[in-house]
């Protein structure tokens, strides 16, 4: 399966504690997106990575969160300090550049105690 | 402030009726617009999407129409099938001058197919 793959699918975590995720996209796909969805809502727009660098962040990004692609292919998205509304799905999606379709992988489920 | 708005949560069809899912955005800028098929537990699926400079695109029973003017598009699905029971999300993307291409989606319908 070469699809976008993500891991863990789920993760419970008590308030305070430092999780971290790891998004293998497509292989092929330079860029690489984080969105998180929370109960009721659509996915909403983190970060974004063209190869290595990240582009954008959301102001919805606080300081507690940060995201890498080191050599321009896997990512993670660590939360530091994680606290209750930080619960939510997080999912990451690749693309080719110039392409608009963008593919999600299945999500990581993050529950915050 | 809602950018893609999807107002409704839900639809209920009958199989091999039609299904037809709305959506309205705000944003001038958006050029691109994408359907998105989402089973629980699951990331959303790409379905069909449509450029700004077409009014409509075909793809087997997924039809999906843009009305520029109005602000509006609609996804329509011919015949419908339990198969396509899932929430459904309107997406859109557009050139904010970073060319991120970042989607912003709408909340989603919950679509039910009754055998």
């Known amino acids: 399966d070469t699809g976008v793959s993500q891991n863990p699918r789920h993760k419970i975590t008590k308030r305070g504690q430092n999780v971290t995720f790891r998004c293998d996209p497509i292989?092929?796909?330079?860029?690489l997106y984080w969105y998180r969805q929370t109960l009721g809502q659509g996915p909403e727009f983190l970060t974004y990575?063209?190869?290595?660098?990240?582009?954008?962040k959301s102001r919805l990004l606080s300081d507690r969160f940060s995201a890498e692609r080191p050599k321009g292919s896997f990512s993670t998205l660590e939360i530091q300090r994680t606290e209750q509304g930080d619960s939510a799905m997080y999912l990451c999606?690749?693309?080719?550049?110039?392409?608009?379709?963008?593919?999600f992988g299945p999500g990581t489920r993050l529950t915050v105690l | 402030d809602q950018q893609v708005k999807q107002n409704s949560p839900s639809l209920s069809v009958q199989e091999g009726r039609i299904s037809i899912l709305n959506c309205d955005y705000t944003?001038?800028?958006?050029?691109?617009f994408l359907w998105y098929k989402k089973y629980p537990a699951e990331g959303p699926t790409f379905l069909i999407s449509?450029?700004?400079?077409?009014d409509k695109n075909e793809d087997g029973r997924f039809t999906v129409f843009l009305n520029k003017s109005a602000k509006h598009l609609s996804l329509h699905i011919v015949p419908s099938q339990p198969g396509d029971s899932a929430v459904y999300f309107c997406?859109?993307?557009?050139?904010?001058?970073?060319?991120?291409?970042?989607?912003?989606f709408g909340t989603g319908t919950l679509l039910a197919v009754q055998p």
């Open positions: 997406a859109a993307s557009g050139d904010y001058g970073g060319a991120t291409n970042k989607l912003i």
């Open positions: 990575f063209q190869n290595e660098a990240q582009l954008e």
């Open positions: 999606a690749s693309s080719l550049v110039g392409d608009n379709e963008q593919f």
């Open positions: 449509i450029s700004s400079i077409k």
């Open positions: 944003n001038s800028m958006f050029d691109y």
């Open positions: 292989s092929e796909h330079n860029r």
